[in-house]
């Protein structure tokens, strides 16, 4: 097992730059199930996550071949309908199979997706939705079966706005006979890419982006080029990352509208911030204010950066109130920032965060993708030794995490338990 080593207490100096977005290229992979012709992406990042897709696909029947950040697709014929557990396991998104296997095919099957640390995760919204679509859906043995003829546009109220549930109703319901209408759908920018991705390939669909999505059923879709949007929440961790060390960091490739949320918080955490067309410079030399936060669909504060701001949060001057209403369980990080001297108290969905002077590096465990991330910047920024282990969280999500910090003047390093136990 590899464990991430961090000597802290640097400022981070230089320009970063943030790759394709994890998020947008998971749903978009699953859909080039959706057509017999190829399909080529671009800006697509070396994540772990990529490569469970890219397996399952490939399991489906799909051809695949990498060049580096480029992936191309075609799905000739699809060999099977399935999903097993073995990948669903190993990443929930797996679950986007099922719009485009019901769309393409008429059925499917996959293994139940279960929850995972972050909170129990159900599927029922896509379910209601696919449901409403006109498929029957079985469930037993741990996998949920769906088919239908040919699905029927319909009305579909989410109850709650689940980015998932919006882009697998989104993508069965393409090839649908009729209008299919999404309201309170999820808003978002990885929404807007896959609805771009999909009408490219000849969807039709309008108001991604907004809470009303309205898709006309067309008959069939065809291969296109598409380049992945950059992740914002990798754009995020490296904003914080600056904040926290105290430095001078240009974050280059993004898209500044995506970031919103997060960068009007970081400013009024007296982060000084300049946005340029497509990079953020972030210059930090003080201690941060504590500020509040509370997680919401976007164009709320995302989910995904709250335990990074945590991690800020940590070392600032004053109380911060961080309140999570996405996942029920999202906190796990809070037992291991306190390992490293960081003041929190949990109260239900509230973290209430008494910013210190320093942290102090210490053993500590990502317990997810965000939480390790959390991991390293508070690593970044304590006093001494910190060891990150659990780190293949972290591989789900960040690519070049190591030597992109490197380049920035982090002294970091992966290294095998083996040789740590030799030091
Ligand atoms: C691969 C991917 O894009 N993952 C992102 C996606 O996850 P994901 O698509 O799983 O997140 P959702 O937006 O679906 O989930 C949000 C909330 O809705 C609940 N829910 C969801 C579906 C459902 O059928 N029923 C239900 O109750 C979930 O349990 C959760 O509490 O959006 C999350 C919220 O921004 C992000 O944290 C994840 O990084
Ligand atoms: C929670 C996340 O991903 P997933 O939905 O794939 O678990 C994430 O990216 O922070």
Request: glycine share 8%.
């Amino acid at each position: 097992m590899e464990k991430i080593i961090i000597t802290g207490n640097k400022p981070l100096q230089g320009t970063i730059r943030v790759s394709g977005a994890k998020n947008a290229v998971l749903p978009i992979l699953a859909a080039s199930l959706l057509t017999t012709t190829s399909t080529k992406l671009l800006d697509v990042p070396r994540l772990a996550d990529v490569e469970v897709i890219c397996s399952v696909l490939a399991h489906l029947g799909a051809q695949i071949t990498a060049k580096p950040g480029q992936l191309a697709i075609t799905v000739p014929e699809l060999s099977q309908t399935e999903a097993p557990y073995e990948y669903v396991r190993k990443m929930r998104a797996s679950f986007l199979v099922m719009g485009p296997l019901l769309a393409r095919a008429g059925r499917a099957r996959i293994s139940l997706p279960g929850g995972c640390a972050i909170g129990t995760r159900p599927i029922d919204l896509h379910l209601k939705g696919f449901a409403a679509l006109g498929a029957d859906i079985r469930y037993g043995s741990g996998y949920i079966e769906a088919w239908a003829k040919q699905l029927q546009g319909a009305k579909i109220y989410l109850d709650f706005p689940s980015v998932g549930a919006t882009e697998n109703i989104m993508m069965a319901a393409v090839l649908a006979s009729g209008q299919t209408c999404i309201e309170n759908a999820a808003e978002e920018p990885e929404i807007v890419d896959l609805a771009n991705f999909l009408n490219a390939m000849g969807a039709q669909i309008k108001g991604a982006g907004t809470k009303v999505i309205r898709i006309d059923g067309v008959k069939e879709l065809t291969g296109t080029t598409h380049a992945v949007i950059p992740d914002r929440i990798e754009a995020g961790t490296y904003l914080v990352a600056a904040a926290i060390t105290r430095g001078s960091v240009v974050v280059e490739n993004v898209i500044n509208d995506h970031l919103k949320p997060v960068v009007a918080k970081l400013k009024e955490a007296g982060v000084d911030l300049e946005e340029d067309d497509n990079s953020i410079k972030v210059n930090c030399p003080g201690r941060v204010k504590g500020v509040d936060i509370k997680t919401l669909p976007y164009p709320g504060f995302p989910t995904d950066m709250q335990a990074q701001f945590m991690a800020l949060m940590a070392v600032a001057e004053g109380t911060s109130i961080i309140t999570e209403t996405v996942f029920e369980n999202r906190f796990m990080h809070v037992n291991e920032l306190k390992r490293m001297g960081a003041k929190i108290k949990i109260e239900g969905r509230t973290a209430i965060v008494q910013g210190v002077k320093t942290l102090t590096g210490a053993q500590v465990k990502a317990t997810d993708l965000r939480a390790g991330a959390a991991m390293i910047l508070a690593g970044l920024a304590a006093a001494g030794e910190t060891e990150v282990s659990n780190i293949y969280h972290i591989d789900r999500g960040y690519e070049n995490l190591i030597e992109k910090l490197q380049a920035i003047g982090a002294e970091i390093k992966r290294v095998e338990e083996k040789e740590l136990a030799q030091n």
